[in-house]
């Protein structure tokens, strides 16, 4: 714990000095998923959807130049995805726990009182851990897939460096995160979080407040 509250204090320092403010912020974000699951099989040929799961995630993001309009945001997050196989004789949960690096294009406008905004980028997955037991399911899911990430926010106005906001995204697979025999799984993920962000700068800079000319 020391040690991350060490890491935080100097990567605010590094970020107060930085005056082209290309790093424009850091945050954490923590939240609920619910999770499930496509099955395609090949031979016979059909698609059988699953039940949802739920789960938590959270991540580590930083954000990238000031523009009013567009920003890059990259972060590490922790996911949870799967799916309740539910079958005639009885129910299979598939538990599946992620570490995923997604790098989204942020489209922002400032408002009033909150600045909406969109986020859409792509997600590199990783498994870090597999609890499956629908009967097809015979091996690993793959080491490393790509997914697609959709989402909406709202961050709150404050006269401090500290900004909260809310998100929510909708995460399908692009490819197979299973693939072995006849049998291909694509996990679909919809995820509500909160926030809370550092945004350097002095006060004056770090106002999210639009600045209104008559």
Wanted: hydrophobic share 35%; charged share 20%; proline share 5%.
């Amino acid at each position: 714990m020391k040690k991350i509250i060490l890491c935080a204090i100097i990567l605010i320092s590094i970020g107060n000095q930085c005056k082209a403010q290309f790093l424009n912020s850091i945050g954490l974000t923590a939240g609920v998923s619910a999770g499930n699951q496509k099955f395609y099989f090949s031979d016979p040929i059909s698609i059988s959807k699953k039940k949802y799961m739920f789960g938590y995630n959270g991540s580590m993001f930083a954000e990238f130049f000031s523009a009013d309009y567009a920003r890059w945001v990259t972060e590490i997050q922790f996911n949870t995805k799967g799916s309740v196989d539910k079958q005639p004789e009885k129910n299979y949960p598939n538990k599946l726990q992620y570490l995923c690096w997604n790098n989204y294009l942020k489209l922002r406008y400032e408002m009033y009182r909150i600045i909406p905004y969109i986020l859409v980028g792509p997600r590199l997955e990783y498994p870090l851990s597999q609890g499956t037991s629908s009967p097809p399911i015979t091996g690993k899911f793959r080491p490393l897939h790509v997914s697609a990430a959709a989402g909406v926010g709202i961050e709150f106005i404050s006269y401090s460096n500290f900004k909260f906001f809310i998100e929510g995204f909708y995460n399908p697979d692009i490819m197979f995160a299973y693939k072995l025999t006849d049998l291909g799984v694509k996990n679909n993920n919809i995820e509500l979080r909160i926030g809370l962000k550092y945004q350097f700068g002095g006060r004056k800079e770090t106002c999210n407040t639009p600045t209104y000319v008559e």
